[in-house]
């Protein structure tokens, strides 16, 4: 692995420090198998509706089940909100420290959210607290709000699964969740905070582990993976929101929304102001620039962000033979070369650093991954 890099932010592109809440969708739409058939016709928040590749869906509102739509060449469940919030929970569990240890060991015999044997025998248990993406900022909320359930998590594996080491990893400049976690120095003394330099991309696993150099006995899990673990096992529910960073050099007014999974991204647009003039955008980070119709939008675990940029991105020039991309390349790809060759790059991250330095705005990462660009 090569050296990372700093990058340096761009001052034009904010990141709001609060979360507002938009929990009141008029429908939610949840991926399903198209052979499917649902023979109810009302649901309850919260309740499991049917399992779609391996993982269980639940339904984030109570409501009327309305039809099926196929949606960019996914069918999904389409559910009516009726704003009841009618829940299949009677009510939070109570639980001490030691019912929730026993209680999270008797529920993962049951559970298909992990794959549980990956935590035996393990030395190290590690959480990556930092963001794939620069201007995301939905760990450092989740840090925030939920720190106890998150070191109470951490806290329940390692001694469920007897792993001797707790680590915390998180950026130098993230000190909102450094603040969140310090709060709590000496509660869960087997936990430690561990603070790294602010290089891209350290937040992705790989990079990470080869950073820190971190075994192959350890796990490494995401806040995201902690959090979730703790709604369903611990809180016995299923977690049915998620947040969302809306920002980019074209907003008014960023901001980071509380989304109820399965609400359509456009519900959101009266929520946000645009600059006036032309823009273009992305979905989940600035760096991974994906293109996805916002029309059609569904926000869903794997929809973080949303980007609306002035259109220099689409100004695309010719290739200046300059080779920045390759001189970037944290796992020593030559995306330069893979360009000119027409290959796709299979150890490419797309971490995006090639298209960010490229002074010609090709999306060079995307077209040397096995990823379309459209
Ligand atoms: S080719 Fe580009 S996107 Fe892929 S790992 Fe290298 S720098 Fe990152
Ligand atoms: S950084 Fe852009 S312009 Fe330079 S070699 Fe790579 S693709 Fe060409």
Known sequence: MKNLLTISKDVSIKVNSQVTNFLEPTKIYLPLDEKIEIQKSKVKKGEKLYSYQNKDIYSSVSGQIVGKQKIQNTWYLVIKNDYREEDKYNGLPDFTRTSMYTNFQAKITDSNLFDWKMFKNKTALILNGIEDEPYIANKTFLHKDETEAILQMLDCLATTYEIPTVKIYLKETDRESIEAFHEYNGTFENIEVCILPDYYPIG??????SYLKIADEAIVLSTYQIYDMYVNLIRERSNDVTLLTVTGDMMEDPQVFRVKKGTLFKELRDCFTLKEGEYVSFVNGLMKREKKDLETLIISDD???????KPLYNKTKPCLHCGKCSEVCPVKCNPYLALQT?????????????????????DVANLVSKKEVK
């Open 303 to 309: 929809i973080q962000a949303v980007y609306f940029m």
């Open 342 to 362: 027409k290959k796709t790059l299979n150890s490419c991250l797309q971490c995006g650093l090639c298209t960010f330095v490229c002074p010609s705005y090709i």
């Open 204 to 209: 992705n696993e790989k990079v990470l582990r």
